[in-house]
């Protein structure tokens, strides 16, 4: 072993090290089943800001999005506005009322608030939610374990195989121990290990290409189309070269537009982010958690949609291996000295973790709260749930990290950023829409909501493989492509949405059972 590399391993070490420290400590202060799901609703506004930023974010973030930023330019800061204007949306219009209900309800987790809200005494509404999560909730693991293995590949030359299971052996060791609050705390550690690495690296490269002048005028001898919002031209298929009257605004480039921006929409709703919501201690933490998540956002996106940029400028696709997504690795391998680019490692695999430790625990609350103690054994201790979670948590994590090994041997002409939307899409098409309307609509019917789950449900898969098929089998290339730009999660999201308004008009008998159930919004229980 090198000495260059035996630096990147050191703080790679440290990092495990202290995640393993975080669990070990967290798990001195799991005494019960809210505690092991929702930290007994302690935290603070720094703690919730810091731990849903990181989980919202994932391997796409410093993966899918700098590649984004390389290949697409600045059209990547579509993706950046989606996110602003999710998270935003989240904290400023939701997380106010849904904290103040599902306090009044005492819920520790998203399934719980449904039930609640809706006055649904059967747990159908319950099952449907939970068994959602248990479906996507590895799929969307799953890519990030196989994320795992890609980063440690790139950073160390370690085999693919090996780098995953070793991410995910300390993810296992700390969340089994640690339960909700080892998430949060670790998020809040490798939350701040992402944003100063992603506000840092674009200077660095800013630095090593001579400035922003050089940076730009190299871009435009490149393609002048990757400085503008409607992203590169089409290249020559003989020499190369961008194609003269290509670039520029069309319905395809303002489809595509639309499908980034709508990214954020998952923020509005999707239980491994407002999960954090119910944990948090009152409701003065909404503001500066608000202004501490937009902060975030903004610097730390912004950040990987330059590392992409900037390093366009300096890295050429051959240097890559053809491979936009290796855009960040490869920067802080050239750049940065060995220690701190093993801090970078860290960093990537923080962006991974923080993700999911967040799903993994999401997961196991709805197969040990949502389906065996409330629907099964609710006399069920303490004690024993938690050691059922575990259980259950170890379980999920297996599945998720089968997935990402089958995703080891997939076709890699797909990005990995496409694979993880994927995941990030179906839970966001089953939940966001009934979560909405649940907050702002008191007409939602526990019915309206059950078929709005199973419609966004089921949409995400027709869209990302039937529709398309059929599309080309019928000749209409022109409309798939079109999907294709506009990605699932937008028309998914629209038809649960829909379906949830309809049937809830048409479902007299649930509409008189939730009849006054905003009154609950009038004061806080924790003001």
Not at 122 to 131: D, E
Not at 170 to 185: K, N, S
Not at 397 to 404: P, T, Y
């Amino acid at each position: 072993m090198t000495t260059e590399t035996m630096w990147k391993v050191l703080a790679v070490a440290l990092y495990a090290g202290v995640l393993l420290l975080i669990g070990y400590l967290a798990s001195k202060r799991m005494t019960t089943i809210r505690d092991y799901f929702a930290s007994d609703k302690k935290l603070s506004f720094f703690n919730v800001a810091f731990s849903a930023r990181a989980t919202g974010e994932s391997a796409w973030l410093l993966i899918g999005l700098t590649g984004m930023g390389y290949a697409m330019g600045a059209k990547a800061f579509w993706v950046v506005l989606g996110e602003m204007l999710g998270v935003g949306g989240a904290w400023l219009l939701m997380s106010r009322r849904f904290k103040r209900l599902s306090d009044k309800y005492d819920a520790i987790t998203v399934p719980d608030y449904l039930e609640a809200r809706l006055r649904d005494s059967g747990h159908t509404l319950r099952l449907i939610a939970g068994g959602a999560l248990v479906i996507f909730v590895p799929i969307y693991a799953g890519a990030q374990v196989f994320a795992t293995g890609d980063a440690f590949n790139s950073f160390l030359g370690w085999n693919h195989l090996i780098g995953a299971t070793v991410g995910f052996v300390v993810v296992l060791l700390y969340i089994t121990q640690g339960g909700f609050t080892a998430v949060v705390w670790s998020d809040v550690f490798q939350g701040s290990l992402m944003f100063l690495g992603l506000v840092t690296l674009p200077l660095v490269i800013l630095a090593e290409a001579g400035g922003l002048t050089s940076i730009l005028d190299t871009l435009r001898s490149i393609d002048p189309h990757l400085l503008s919002l409607h992203g590169p031209g089409a290249k020559d298929a003989v020499t190369g070269a961008v194609a003269p009257g290509t670039g520029g605004w069309s319905t395809g480039t303002v489809v595509s537009v639309v499908g980034l921006a709508a990214i954020g929409i998952g923020f509005w709703g999707s239980p491994q982010v407002f999960v954090r919501y119910i944990s948090m201690k009152n409701e003065r933490q909404i503001a500066p958690g608000a202004a501490t998540a937009l902060t975030w956002t903004l610097l730390a996106d912004s950040g990987a949609v330059l590392v992409g940029l900037f390093g366009r400028a300096v890295f050429s696709p051959e240097s890559l291996g053809g491979d936009h997504e290796a855009i960040l690795p490869t920067a802080a391998l050239d750049l940065l000295p060995a220690f701190f680019a093993g801090v970078f490692i860290a960093m990537v695999l923080s962006a991974i973790m923080s993700t999911i430790d967040s799903l993994l625990v999401v997961a196991s609350s709805a197969g040990v709260r949502d389906y065996w103690q409330k629907t099964r054994h609710p006399e069920m201790d303490d004690r024993t749930l938690m050691s059922l979670s575990r259980k259950v948590t170890i379980v999920l994590s297996l599945i998720a990290f089968g997935i990402g090994m089958g995703l080891l041997l997939r076709d890699r002409d797909k990005p990995l950023f496409w694979i993880i939307i994927f995941g990030w899409s179906g839970i966001a098409a089953t939940f966001c829409p009934t979560m909405i309307l649940s907050l702002f609509w008191e007409k939602l019917t526990a019915l309206g909501a059950k078929c709005s789950m199973v419609a966004g449900f089921v949409s995400v898969p027709i869209f990302s493989f039937a529709v398309p098929k059929a599309l080309e089998a019928t000749g209409q290339d022109a409309l798939a492509g079109y999907l294709a730009d506009l990605d699932v999660l937008l028309p998914s999201f629209a038809i649960g949405f829909a379906v949830a308004v309809v049937v809830s008009l048409l479902d007299r008998p649930g509409r008189e059972r939730v009849r006054g159930a905003f009154a609950d919004l009038k004061e806080p229980v924790n003001p």
